[in-house]
């Protein structure tokens, strides 16, 4: 379940989506995952809406629970725990919200990275931005006469937001959406990514599991270090990273259902303890240290 720079193999694997059954509650296999981990350094990835906070109504007071924060600032402050938020957000809002030292933030799904104070964006190809001119435009003026629909333009990306609507319009909202999309994308350039009430349109391949491997690529060059990787995200976006790590970290879905997951932690109430059972773990790892 570690990652070293002589034994990553960044090829993604085939593998299908895990039943919940088949998924095993992390707090249940505890001490089968800290066999894993011993001795290593721990890389944490983690999503950032509905996962390290609860999804809210307004977007904007997604705000960081101060023990939550706490318990991230005790983990990094151990010098062997890093960490990387990845988020559909723009780094620029990711970092209103969580901003620590030492950290890699990836926003729009992975297409943006900033890590050790070099960013990174991820072009699109040029038929791809002009598909997507033409699909903005489309769903500007759908936007401008419904009292449901906010459209958020990433850059590259495009997210149509369908919160406020009520369950009854949502097949035909997304009908309508991917119908706008047919007419000015052809499926080899774009994705769709069908998130918890947001549709949104990204250029192929951009992703969170390019962003964790381009992060630990980066991470790890030159260096012959070993890492424990963790991947905690509860949307349909986390299942790249999810699928990327499958065979070279633990990946952990909040909530449950069918996922490309290992692990699971049934609720975001719960991520606190996670992360407090992790700090508790290398803090007893580096008092080992000490007397040895
Ligand atoms: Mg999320």
């Known amino acids: 379940m570690g990652a070293n720079i002589d034994q990553a193999d960044f090829s993604h694997s085939q593998d299908k989506d895990r039943t919940k059954e088949r998924m095993k509650n992390i707090f249940t296999c505890w001490d089968e995952i800290m066999n894993e981990v011993r001795g290593k350094e721990i890389f944490?990835?983690?999503?950032?809406?509905g996962t390290l906070t609860k999804i809210v109504r307004n977007p904007k007071l997604a705000i960081l629970g101060s023990r939550t924060r706490k318990i991230l600032e005790k983990l990094l402050a151990t010098g062997r725990f890093h960490l990387a938020v990845i988020s559909g957000r723009s780094i620029e809002e990711i970092k209103n919200f969580v901003s620590f030292p030492h950290t890699v933030?990836?926003?729009?799904?992975?297409?943006?990275?900033?890590?050790?104070?070099?960013?990174?964006?991820?072009k699109a190809p040029f038929s791809y931005q002009k598909g997507l001119i033409k699909i903005k435009n489309k769903l500007s003026a759908w936007v401008r006469h419904s009292e449901y629909l906010r459209l958020e333009n990433k850059g590259d990306m495009l997210a149509l937001h369908y919160r406020r609507a009520p369950l009854n319009c949502e097949e035909a909202i997304r009908t309508r959406f991917l119908s706008t999309i047919k007419k000015s994308l052809s499926h080899d350039s774009v994705s769709i990514l069908f998130g918890k009430k947001v549709?949104?349109?990204?250029?192929?391949?951009?992703?969170?599991?390019?962003?964790v491997k381009t992060i630990l690529t980066r991470t790890l060059r030159g260096k012959r270090k070993t890492l424990s990787i963790f991947y905690l995200g509860d949307d349909m976006t986390d299942e790249d990273a999810f699928q990327f790590l499958s065979a070279k970290g633990i990946t952990v879905l909040?909530?449950?259902?069918?996922?490309?997951?290992?692990?699971?932690?049934?609720?975001?109430?719960?991520?606190?303890?996670?992360?407090?059972?992790?700090?508790?773990?290398?803090?007893?790892?580096n008092k080992f240290n000490m007397r040895g």
């Open 254 to 285: 909040v909530g449950h259902r069918s996922s490309k997951a290992s692990y699971f932690i049934p609720n975001q109430g719960e991520v606190y303890f996670f992360l407090k059972k992790l700090y508790a773990a290398i803090s007893l790892k």
């Open 105 to 122: 933030y990836a926003g729009f799904h992975g297409c943006q990275i900033e890590q050790d104070g070099i960013k990174q964006q991820r």
């Open 44 to 49: 944490l990835f983690t999503d950032y809406d």
């Open 199 to 211: 549709f949104e349109i990204r250029p192929k391949g951009c992703d969170k599991g390019w962003a």
